[in-house]
């Protein structure tokens, strides 16, 4: 009896590890549950990146479908699908940047405002500038509020500001006509069909 169980536990324990790597060839590691989906943005009031001034609510992202982008000039993939977002933009589809900098946390860095403002400006004149503007959030609430792992994330977030979909990565051609874009499109249809 003893010798069976020595021979069946190790057994047990390597055919369900086995079962577990196996499902895991085949699963996609960006496909997140996200919790926000389905739910309006959470509360928040932040500034615009390039004018401190003015202050941004969720409220200002209602009355468009609007694809709210995670980003940061640190952000290698952030460069690399800019070109295509900017082309996305100039046939119609709305972005919003929300931004976030890991320099500017007292535990990380001490990078002032006007450093942060100098790169994004040279970032987005060298690859592009999508967004209609750009929240900047500087103590990530907001980012942590929504379940932001990296960057870019993107929103989907229909007129009545709820968000209808959350994708993990960049969005580039594939993305955009497999996943992405028909959702943009079937809120701009539900918007009334135009934007």
Same mark, same amino acid.
């Given at each position: +009896?003893?010798?069976? #169980? /020595?021979?069946?536990?190790?057994?047990?324990?390597?055919?369900?590890?086995?079962?577990?790597?196996?499902?895991?060839?085949?699963? *996609?590691?960006?496909?997140?549950?996200?919790?926000?989906?389905?739910?309006?943005?959470?509360?928040?009031?932040?500034? $615009?990146?390039?004018?401190?001034?003015?202050?941004?609510?969720? %409220?200002?992202?209602?009355?468009?479908?609007?694809?709210? =982008?995670?980003?940061? /000039?640190?952000?290698?993939?952030?460069?690399?699908? +800019?070109?295509? #977002?900017? &082309?996305?933009?100039? &046939?119609?589809?709305?972005?919003?940047? #929300?931004? @976030?900098? &890991?320099?500017?946390?007292?535990? @990380?860095?001490?990078?002032?405002?006007? *450093?942060?403002?100098? %790169?994004?400006?040279?970032?987005?004149? &060298?690859?592009?500038?999508?967004?209609?503007? =750009?929240?900047? $959030?500087?103590?990530?609430?907001?980012?942590? $509020?929504?379940?932001?792992?990296?960057?870019?994330?993107? @929103?989907?977030?229909?007129?009545?500001?709820? /968000?209808? +979909?959350?994708?993990?990565? *960049?969005?580039? %051609?594939?993305?955009?006509?497999?996943?992405?874009?028909? +959702?943009?499109?079937?809120? /701009?249809?539900?918007?009334?069909?135009?934007?």
């Amino acid at each position: +009896m003893k010798k069976s #169980l /020595v021979v069946a536990i190790p057994l047990i324990i390597f055919l369900t590890m086995a079962v577990f790597l196996f499902k895991g060839l085949f699963s *996609d590691p960006r496909a997140l549950d996200s919790q926000i989906n389905g739910k309006p943005l959470p509360q928040f009031q932040l500034p $615009d990146l390039m004018n401190p001034r003015q202050q941004y609510t969720p %409220e200002d992202l209602t009355g468009q479908v609007t694809i709210l =982008n995670v980003w940061g /000039v640190w952000c290698v993939t952030c460069a690399v699908e +800019m070109p295509y #977002l900017t &082309q996305l933009k100039e &046939q119609g589809v709305r972005f919003v940047g #929300l931004y @976030f900098d &890991q320099d500017l946390d007292p535990d @990380f860095g001490t990078k002032r405002l006007i *450093d942060v403002q100098n %790169e994004v400006a040279e970032m987005l004149a &060298q690859y592009g500038n999508p967004y209609a503007f =750009n929240i900047f $959030d500087v103590q990530r609430d907001t980012s942590l $509020d929504l379940g932001v792992t990296g960057a870019p994330e993107h @929103f989907v977030i229909d007129a009545n500001g709820t /968000v209808r +979909m959350h994708h993990v990565g *960049d969005i580039n %051609e594939r993305v955009w006509n497999n996943k992405v874009g028909p +959702m943009y499109q079937q809120l /701009v249809q539900e918007a009334g069909g135009s934007q």
